[in-house]
Nanobody
């Protein structure tokens, strides 16, 4: 059974850093693009960051410079380092894996999803 399990979320104050992890099991995704998305109630799930099988990265324009996506294929883990967190970063964060090697910002091109981890940033 393929599973993606996010961890590392929580309640933090604005300005601090947080690192999310996504551990995969059931199969390897080392040759797949992976990504992070986030969603707040009443809004569509939005792209945060993506990484290709070879390590190429892409970020939502508004997050560039604060967030960093990385992967450790030996540990079957995807990471999202979030710095200088803002109240508007509050959301449920999801990791996802795509069938393609090449990163995409389109959530419909991802076919495996984790259950999400809540990040709440207080003023």
């Amino acid at each position: 059974q393929v599973q993606l399990v996010e961890s590392g979320g929580g309640l933090v104050q604005a300005g601090v850093s947080l690192r999310l992890s996504c551990t995969t099991s059931g199969r390897t995704f080392s040759n797949n693009a992976m990504g992070w998305f986030r969603q707040v109630p009443g809004k569509e799930r939005e792209f945060v960051a993506g990484i290709s099988w070879s390590g190429g990265t892409s970020y939502a324009d508004s997050l560039k410079g604060r967030f960093t996506i990385s992967r450790d294929s030996k540990k079957n883990t995807l990471y999202l380092q979030m710095n200088s967190l803002k109240v508007e970063d509050t959301a449920v964060y999801y990791c996802a894996a795509a069938p393609s090697r090449y990163l995409t910002r389109n959530l419909r091109e991802y076919n495996y999803w984790g259950q999400g981890t809540q990040v709440t940033v207080s003023p």
